[in-house]
């Protein structure tokens, strides 16, 4: 569905990716972990089409999309969940959500409201809130918004940067508990960037792992549990040298 | 007349030219806020309003055709100017893109110069009719006609921005450029009709304002500074506080010029324009908060 092959590139002067291959599969959730400042962030955005790769290629339901812009491939269908939500403050909740669609609505406004109040309904709390500034929200419910407001823009692939950044233990569980059925309801595969580890392998079915812009170990979740350098570095008991570094 | 009479006459010849420059003050923050440029060009489509208008009025066009097709061919030029300069250079640092807004400034006004001359042409007042007589102080009918379709576009601004769906994107875009785009809010499409809605309100500034001070080809330059000086009172970031300012600007330069000399009057603005970029840079009305439209 979404494949990324040999993918370079830089940060203004600077080498982020050294050559990352991956892809995820029709309905599959992909994780993406490693520790802060490996990639992940860049990764998604270069796919996404923010950062054009200096090499390497971005392959998109079997079309090469190496460097198109992010207006262009969210019409298609690659849609981004950016890192700390960032969701449009000073609008309502509906009107976050309606944006998300902004590609689509004023061709179809019936069908729009039918998916917005499929939203509301997987996300009640958004239901309460609809008339709220989304910028009043909770983290946990902006979250939601930002998810949902994905959603609306009908992803095939509905790619979810650091989705637990500041959310509380509880907060995230309940929130990543939703992810697998989100997926099948809505028809799209998903990648999910994260530092929380336990949580994305709790829903994820295959993972990469990213560290210094590359991919150090990849494979079913299963298969990365039992894999001596992950379970040192990320799934270990004691709080590991690598999120020690850059612990928030 | 005595000095009570003669300040009130001074504040409301200052409340025409204050609407007048609201109107190049809102599309200044409208472009600001929507592309990021600060486009000191502004002023120049005030002008060729004005001189589109006057000139086709001298051909004898019924004066409402001379307005509408004033605003329609500012906007046009405003468009162009879009596609032609701040286009081009859209990944351009944000001080390169100022200049090339001053370079099209010029490039206008020259074209104005070659098109209709130095000499100023005149325009019909919107309607005939004598001044009407407010405690003692007369106030033209332009300025009413000034001061209405001034509010009449502030409301249509207004219902756009808080009622439409377009209106809400471009909101969106103002609070999240990057976000927006995420969501298939295009940039480049926004820039150009932000630009032609800059444009149009602009030359509806001047044609208004044509009947009262003549359009010549340089009358541009001055309202662009006076619209800069007016948003930057509103703090740049906000339509509505730009208007005040620019109402402000309008009676403080009017008091200055009637009470002091008429030299005095861009003086004082400029004085003003100094004064806030280094007391409160972020406007009068300035709050912690994030952006409005």
Redesign the interface.
Known sequence: MLAAIDLRVYRGPAPVLHGVTLQVDEGEIVAVVGPNGAGKSTLLGALAGCFPPAAGRVMFAGEDVTGTAPETLVRRGLVLVPERRQVFPGLTVRDNLLLGAYHWYRRNKGEAAALLDAVLADFPRLRERIGQLAGSLSGGEQQMLAIGRGIMARPRVLLLDEPSLGLAPKVVTDLFSRFRQLCTRYGTAMILVEQNVRAAFRVADRAYVLERGRVVREGPVEALREDPHVVGAYLGKRLPAALRADAR | MDAGTMVLQLMLSGLTVGAIYALVAVGFVLIYNVTGVLNFAQGEFAAVGALTGAWLSMRGLPLWVCVVLAVLVAAAVAAGVERAVVHPARQSRPMTVIMLTIGAGMALRGAALLVFGTDPLAMPMFTEGEPISIGGATILWQTVWALVLCLLFFAALVFFFEKT?TG??V??NV??R??????????TTLSFWVFVVGGAVSGLAGVVVAPITGATYDMGLMLSMKGFVAAVIGGLNNAAAAVVGAVLLGVVESLATGLLSSGYGDVISFALLLAMLLVRPSGLWSRAE???V
């Not at chain 2, 990057?178 to 940039?187: C, K, S, V």
């Open positions: 769906y809400k994107a909101r969106a609070m999240n990057f976000a927006a785009r995420l969501y298939g809010i295009r940039p994030g952006k409005r």
